[in-house]
């Protein structure tokens, strides 16, 4: 059964850093591309970055030079460390494996 429990979200200053965890059971974990995505209130949900089986990554515009998406397949986690946090980037924050398997999502919010 696949499971991806994201931590790490809270209350930050902008300007200030956070760094997101997912962590995953259920499948080889090694093996897949993962990604993280968010939603802001009132908006759909977006890509944020991703990042593949042998470390390739992909990031939206918005948060290139900003967001470092990483991978330690030893420990089944991915992690989103995010810098220089903008008010703009208050969201739910979700980690994605496959087609259909989301986490329920951690809650980020950065105060101007």
């Known amino acids: 059964q696949v499971q991806l429990v994201e931590s790490g979200g809270g209350l930050v200053q902008a300007g200030g850093s956070l760094r997101l965890s997912c962590a995953a059971s259920?499948?080889?974990?090694?093996?897949?591309?993962m990604s993280w995505y968010r939603q802001a209130p009132g908006k759909e949900r977006e890509l944020v970055a991703t990042i593949t089986s042998p470390g390739i990554t992909n990031y939206a515009d918005s948060v290139k030079g900003r967001f470092t998406i990483s991978r330690d397949n030893a420990k089944n986690t991915l992690y989103l460390q995010m810098n220089s946090l903008k008010a703009e980037d208050t969201a739910v924050y979700y980690c994605?494996?496959?087609?259909?398997?989301w986490g329920k999502g951690t809650l980020v919010t950065v105060s101007s």
């Open positions: 259920g499948f080889t974990f090694s093996m897949y591309a």
């Open positions: 994605k494996f496959g087609v259909t398997y």
